[in-house]
Nanobody
């Protein structure tokens, strides 16, 4: 059974930091590209960060560049999103996504974790 379980969200003041985790199980985690998306109320889902199976990091979304860092641990089957200097506009539900293409697309999603940045 495939599972992606996000954790680490919550309420934080502007300028604060959070680290999101996404624990994977039920599939070969170390062969998948992992991505973090977010979706704010009334807005489309936005790709925030991505890391390949071997640890290559794609360019971050302009809105988070210099503030967010993606990392993965292929032993713990976990991907992280470290967020600093948080802004109210970072408020969203953050989703973990696993994706692989081997002639066909394979993709899995977590249930999301809420991040609220407010004073």
């Amino acid at each position: 059974q495939v599972q992606l379980v996000e954790s680490g969200g919550g309420l934080v003041q502007p300028g604060g930091s959070l680290r999101l985790s996404c624990a994977a199980s039920g599939f070969s985690f170390n062969t998948y590209t992992m991505r973090w998306y977010r979706q704010a109320p009334g807005k489309e889902r936005e790709l925030v960060a991505a890391i390949t199976s071997v640890g290559d990091i794609a360019p971050y979304a302009d809105s988070v560049k210099g503030r967010f860092t993606i990392a993965r641990d292929n032993v713990k089957n976990t991907v992280y999103l470290h967020m600093i200097s948080l802004k109210p506009e970072d408020t969203a539900v953050y989703y973990c996504n696993a994706v692989k293409y081997t002639g066909s697309w394979y993709a899995y999603w977590g249930q999301g974790t809420q991040v609220t940045v407010s004073s």
